[in-house]
């Protein structure tokens, strides 16, 4: 896969914080939960102080997912909205801020919420509308966020583009990179200045972990966004950032056999009679398939499609199903399935689910690392049962 500063991003990924306990060479990086540090003496303070400012634990994960997405700095937020309310400490009143229309639910109604209150001004954007692009970057943004590829539908953009013309206009760029994590694509290297993740998705990659992380380019930009997050409160917990290190050793690996089974699952669905459309980038006919295989290593494991004969043929499909776990998330080692429009999405309006082109029969997967023929013969019984 990738290659990161330091080298090949499988090893970097596993040899995160092994061999760095200094008191009893502990080989696995030890969690330390103690939310306080001792002075060594008066007025002489150790590295540590205070968790909520600084944990080793943390600091450890920090680093390697700063490492892996080529960034100076790294922050361990407790989630992954923590990662995106972060980035919008550094807007003013007076700053305007551009967001993809398709964006993660959960950042749509942030930013939208917190524009009604006046925090800054926000324009919301088809971000593969290049007239839209234009005219909202006319308007001088101080931010401007990119998701790709795009939830639930998977389109894309093409980062190096985009961001050269918002660093034009003097606007930084952020990256939403949860979909596909740093193995499969490395936005810094792109040429932008923030990238976050929701590591409860791949990074984490076992479902029993909530958390976020940020990532800057730039030692100074690194150094206002950990400020802020001591500042406000919202750093990750010790225990988490144990948890999600450990996670992310096997993201490479995991990755792989990942991406191996949804092409398969994108092949199956291609073809089935109950299927009328399928969203996959690893498909040359798909809109960012070209993009993608610029800018990606890889096509993820995330698709979306329409069934035939709406909501109703949804929710036999569900009913029908027994390995896939009808449940919102994505990115563990099962396999999960949603309906964007009632789970995921249900905080936008149906007016902004249709503009964004989430339907009622839209279906999202977040292919497992499960046996692939267990895999697809649920899927077939369950579409079978779903036209019947
Ligand atoms: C889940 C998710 C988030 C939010 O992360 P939480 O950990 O749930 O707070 C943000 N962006 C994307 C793309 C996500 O999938």
């Known amino acids: 896969m990738s ?3 330091k080298g090949n991003i499988t090893t970097s990924a596993v040899r995160a914080g092994i061999n760095t306990d200094q008191q009893h060479g502990a080989v696995v990086a030890p969690i330390y939960l103690s939310s306080t540090y001792s002075l060594k003496g008066f007025n002489n303070k150790r590295q540590f102080d205070y968790s909520r400012t ?6 450890t994960f920090a680093g390697a997912i700063a ?8 922050i361990v ?6 990662a995106v309310h972060l980035i919008c400490q550094l807007l003013s009143t007076q700053d305007t801020v551009v967001i993809p229309h ?9 930013f939208t919420h917190l524009a009604k209150r006046g925090q800054f001004k926000l324009i919301v954007v088809d971000q593969n509308d290049q007239q839209a692009l234009d005219n909202a970057l006319a308007h001088k943004p101080k931010l401007v966020l990119l998701e790709s590829p795009s939830n639930p539908l998977l389109r894309l953009v093409d980062i190096e583009v985009v961001t050269k013309a918002c660093h034009a206009v003097g606007a930084l760029v952020a990256v939403d990179n ?4 740093p193995a499969l694509q490395q936005p810094l290297t792109l040429g932008a200045d923030i990238v976050f993740h929701s590591t409860t998705k791949y990074i984490n990659g076992h479902s029993d972990v909530v958390g976020g992380v940020v990532v800057a380019k730039t030692e100074e930009l690194g150094e ?3 400020w802020w997050a001591n500042c406000i409160g919202i750093t990750g917990s010790a225990f988490d950032s144990f948890l999600a290190l450990r996670g992310l050793k096997t993201l490479p690996v995991r990755m792989k056999q990942h991406q191996e089974n949804a092409l398969r699952v994108a092949d199956f669905l291609k073809n089935h009679d109950a299927i009328d459309a399928i969203y996959f980038p690893g498909f040359p006919e798909h809109t960012g398939h070209h993009i ?10 995330m698709l979306s499609f329409e069934i035939k004969g709406d909501v109703e043929a949804v929710k036999k499909l569900f009913e029908n199903l027994e390995l896939f776990t009808l449940a919102q998330s994505l990115g563990g080692v099962e396999s999960l399935i949603s309906h964007p429009s009632t789970m995921t999405h249900a905080g936008m309006t149906i007016p902004d689910q249709l503009e964004a082109g989430i339907t009622q029969s839209l279906v999202r997967i977040s292919v497992g690392i499960e046996d692939i023929d267990d895999i697809l013969a649920d899927l077939a019984h369950g579409l079978t049962q779903s036209q019947l």
Do not use: H, W
């Open 224 to 226: 206002q966004l950990a």
């Open 67 to 74: 490492e892996l997405e080529q960034g100076s700095v790294g």
């Open 178 to 181: 949860t979909f596909l994590s």
């Open 77 to 82: 937020t407790s989630t992954g909205m923590a």
């Open 54 to 59: 600084g944990n080793p634990t943390r600091a």
């Open 102 to 110: 398709d964006c993660y639910g959960g950042s749509f109604r942030l």
């Open 3 to 5: 290659i990161t500063k």
């Open 292 to 301: 993608a295989k610029k800018q990606q290593y890889g096509f993820g494991a």
